[in-house]
């Protein structure tokens, strides 16, 4: 059974730091892609950042750009999502999701962490 | 970046009903690269359909997708009470990929 947790939200003041990481288990994680995509709350979601399986290509949204980085460790069938410069804007729960074999859409999600920034 | 807008924003029905959701977007899907998703409060969502008409494992034959090229259709042929959700819809033909804003099916 594919799954998918998350951990590493929490609240920080704006400006500041946050380490998100997803541990993957139920499947070969090194030949997925992976995402993060975010829910601020009462809003739709947002794709936010992905990685390819070996790292080599990696995407993140305009709204992001510069502040997040994306990570993997493949050894560990865990990824990582390192927000610096966080705004109140970026408060969200943030999910961790696997594209498909089949395509770009997102196959499994995890439940979820929130982060909230705010002073 | 393109846009999916989706109509209407709120659906009410009742059990047994026919739900028919829409999702328009701003340029023509590639290749009809659109997926459906469904979101129960406190809960991800959940992959339902996929390439604008393909169900994923385990998805319920109630569950239809339709479209090609701007517009799209989710189906649900019989309301039961547990599709009572928010359901979006996204594309992956473009980067970025985008959702759409959400429709909310309510029970009337």
């Known amino acids: 059974e594919v799954q998918l947790v998350e951990s590493g939200g929490g609240l920080v003041k704006p400006g500041g730091s946050l380490r998100l990481s997803c541990a993957a288990s139920g499947f070969t994680f090194s030949s997925y892609s992976m995402n993060w995509v975010r829910q601020a709350p009462g809003k739709g979601l947002e794709w936010v950042s992905s990685i390819s399986s070996s790292s080599i290509y990696i995407y993140y949204a305009d709204s992001v750009k510069g502040r997040f980085t994306i990570s993997r460790d493949n050894a560990k069938n865990s990824v990582y999502l390192q927000m610096n410069s966080l705004r109140a804007d970026d408060t969200a729960v943030y999910y961790c999701?696997?594209?498909?074999?089949?395509?770009?859409?997102?196959?499994?999600w995890g439940p979820g962490t929130l982060v909230t920034v705010s002073s | 970046e393109i846009v999916l807008t989706q109509s209407p924003g709120t659906l009410s029905l009742s059990p047994g009903e026919r739900a028919t959701l829409s999702c328009r977007a701003s340029q023509s899907v590639t290749s009809s690269f659109l997926a459906w998703y469904q979101q129960k409060p406190g809960q991800a969502p959940r992959l339902l359909i996929y390439?604008?008409?393909s169900r994923a494992t385990g998805i319920p034959d109630r569950f239809s997708g339709s479209g090609s090229g701007t517009d799209f259709t989710l189906t649900i042929s019989r309301l039961e009470p547990e599709d009572f959700a928010v359901y979006y819809c996204?594309?992956?033909?473009?980067?970025?990929?985008?959702f759409g804003q959400g429709t909310k099916v309510e029970i009337k």
């Open positions: 390439d604008a008409s």
């Open positions: 999701a696997t594209d498909s074999w089949s395509g770009f859409f997102f196959d499994f």
């Open positions: 996204q594309q992956y033909g473009r980067s970025p990929r985008t």
